[in-house]
Structure formats: structure tokens, C-alpha cells
């Protein structure tokens, strides 16, 4: 499960950026359905090590767009949810993912005293 080292270094980041080790009350993510980050272990297991490192037991918030996607072979445009799911139109995997590749820490709430 390399979500509990992916919850490390979001913490790591966290505590780079505030300069100290400081209650969080919420985390907001961007997660891609194509980055091989599952968000339902990573919410189940962020608040724990957060609370383990002295962040407090922030909530983490992730929005997992679809991927954007563009077939090279007929042209369309289509969102994927899934790596192996081909073009709805001619069923090509020949193509450019333009996103869904992202995990991204996108803002934090530090709690006030």
C-alpha cells in the first residue's frame, strides 16, 4: 500500500511549507483516476498518520476527475475512468492522456487557537 508513503510525504510537504509541525483541520487533494493513487485507502489512512505526527486529525478531501483523454486513432475526445478502458468509439488504446495523471495537494486549513 504506497498510499501510507504518499500520506508521509504530503505531511512532509505540509510541515515544509507551515515551517513547524501545527494542527491541520482540512487537507484538499486532486487525485487522477489514471495515477494509481487509491483515494479510499488514502483517506482511510492520512487522518491516523497526520494525528500520529502531531498534525492533528485533519479531514482529507480528495476530487478524482476523469481522465482526459484523446484518441489518436479517430479522433475523439472522451473522459476514461480506467487505464485499460479503450475509446467508446472505436475501442483504440492509441492515445494521448491530457490528464488524469495528477495527485496533487492543492490547499490546507491550519487550525486557529
Known amino acids: ?3 501510507f508513503s504518499i ?6 510537504v505540509i510541515e515544509q511549507e507551515i515551517g ?7 487537507v484538499h487533494m486532486t487525485v487522477g483516476r489514471l495515477s494509481g493513487v487509491c483515494a479510499d485507502a ?4 492520512f487522518p491516523e498518520i497526520a494525528e500520529q505526527r502531531g498534525f ?7 476530487e478524482s476527475p476523469p481522465a482526459d483523454v484523446h484518441c ?7 473522459g476514461c ?3 485499460y478502458e479503450g475509446c467508446p468509439h472505436c475501442a483504440s ?10 495527485c496533487n495537494l492543492d490547499w490546507i486549513q491550519i487550525e486557529e487557537d
Open 42 to 45: 488514502l483517506e482511510f489512512c
Open 72 to 78: 489518436r486513432d479517430c479522433g475523439a475526445d472522451y
Open 81 to 83: 475512468e480506467d487505464f
Open 7 to 12: 500520506a508521509e510525504n504530503i505531511l512532509d
Open 56 to 62: 492533528g486529525k485533519p479531514i482529507l478531501t480528495i
Open 20 to 26: 513547524s509541525v501545527t494542527p491541520v483541520s482540512a
Open 93 to 102: 488504446l492509441n492515445r494521448e492522456i491530457r490528464s488524469g495523471h495528477e
Open 1 to 3: 500500500m504506497h498510499e
